[in-house]
């Protein structure tokens, strides 16, 4: 099955305007019969008199009650006209940039991708139950690894008005849980929880406890799954229980190799070089910062990769360059990877991580970049139906205005 990310963000933002349209006036209703992005059919007319007949015999055009039905159409009409105007400019502008390539400020949840995964949950025993007066704060660097990837986790203890409190983790230690589908023998490794400042622990006697699980080395070097750390604690003599989750995939299916870039057809390309071991669909992700390292950009990457000796193009689109005029040199950040296996669990094989900034592209002058909007068959024929509706409303209009 082929992937088209483009599709699927055309798909939502067509989508997203449907919805909206129909939270419009029930004056206006669409219609099924269209297979384009959106139709709306005539509004309802209402009924009208019979005409005022003068002594001459010519028909007066309208009655009064007629006269106010009509201008009450016509303000339907003139409504409809403005809203698809609306739609269409809306759909024009936010599919100006190709899906791959995005200002970041669209996506925040983005913009630190390697930020550990902090939460405060209500201290739980060994039966579920929460504990009152006890809180657990926690941590944990990732969620999905693979090869010899390592993950810390941190746990510490808090009352309700958030001070830190002496705890004690009496036992911790990783766990299989296998897929239901696929009977294998429990793995089980000791993963020791240290408040030192040694190893995974950054500062001693902070009552902030930290391990590092690295499946690898501890057992889970063949598995495949969820592997789940439980940590059993005491603090203000109530005991209860810290989980964490990670997913594992021992195969690295392809390693990084180094960076080029090019200007081409109006548009900034890094190629990122990469060892593919093993043929399937790939799915990058960057994220570009301006010389004084303000968030700029997301570029992507989601296509079927051969082994080999490989590229992956990440384009920051014309365009956006100059729609945003990031100051130059760009720098390539926090780079991840991974191929895509459907159908399975896990479902995807981990690349090696590129943490930080590892490129900083040369510096362009502006007329070195397009200003020509992105293209595509597919949101061509949006705009196509998109426009006809606002044509169809605004000559709908002008026939009840009379001109």
């Known amino acids: 099955m082929k992937l088209r990310w483009g599709g699927v963000v055309l798909g939502a933002v067509a989508a997203g305007l449907l919805a909206w349209w129909w939270q419009q006036p029930a004056e206006t209703s669409v219609s099924s019969e269209r297979h384009g992005p959106m139709s709306v059919t005539e509004p309802r007319e209402a009924s009208a008199p019979t005409p005022v007949v003068s002594a001459t015999g010519a028909g007066a055009p309208f009655s009064a009650a007629g006269l106010q039905s009509r201008q009450e159409q016509l303000a339907l009409w003139r409504a409809r006209q403005e809203r698809a105007e609306q739609v269409y400019t809306s759909y024009r502008d936010s599919t100006r940039y190709p899906f791959d390539s995005r200002p970041i400020s669209e996506h925040p949840d983005q913009v630190r991708p390697f930020a550990p995964i902090e939460e405060e949950l209500r201290l739980r025993g060994a039966n579920g139950e929460v504990l009152k007066g006890l809180r657990l704060r926690t941590s944990q660097e990732r969620v999905f690894l693979s090869g010899s990837d390592s993950v810390k986790f941190t746990v510490e203890a808090v009352d309700d008005s958030g001070r830190s409190l002496p ?7 990783a766990q299989s849980i296998p897929d239901s589908r696929t009977p294998v023998q429990t793995i089980q490794s000791a993963t020791p929880f240290a408040d030192d400042g040694a190893g995974a622990d950054e500062v001693a006697n902070d009552n902030r406890y930290s391990a590092r699980l690295t499946p690898a080395t501890q057992g889970f070097a063949n598995y495949n799954g969820t592997i789940r750390v439980l940590a059993e604690i005491a603090a203000e003599g109530q005991q209860g229980v810290a ?3 990670v997913v594992y995939a021992p195969e690295v299916p ?16 890094f190629y990122l070089k990469s060892n593919v071991r093993r043929a399937g669909r790939y799915v990058v ?3 570009v910062d301006d010389a004084n390292g303000r968030p700029f950009a ?13 590229e992956f193009r990440l384009q920051v689109f014309g365009a956006l360059i100059l729609d945003k005029n990031p100051t130059f040199p ?22 090696p991580r590129q943490a930080g900034v590892i490129y900083t592209s040369q510096r362009y002058a502006r007329d070195r970049f397009s200003s020509a909007e992105w293209t595509s068959e597919e949101r061509e024929r949006y705009l196509a139906e998109y426009a006809k509706d606002a044509e169809e409303a ?3 209009a002008a026939e009840l205005a009379g001109r």
Do not use: C
């Open 330 to 351: 760009l720098k390539l950040r926090d780079v991840e990877g991974f191929l895509l296996i459907p159908d399975t669990f896990p479902d995807r094989a981990l690349m």
């Open 394 to 396: 605004k000559r709908k």
């Open 298 to 310: 997301l570029v992507q990457f989601n296509e079927e990769v051969a082994a080999g000796a490989r």
């Open 167 to 173: 705890l004690t983790i009496r036992n911790a230690s």
């Open 254 to 269: 392809a390693t990084w190799s180094g960076v080029r870039e090019a200007v081409e057809n109006g548009s900034l390309n």
């Open 243 to 245: 989980q964490f989750d």
């Open 285 to 287: 992700s960057a994220r």
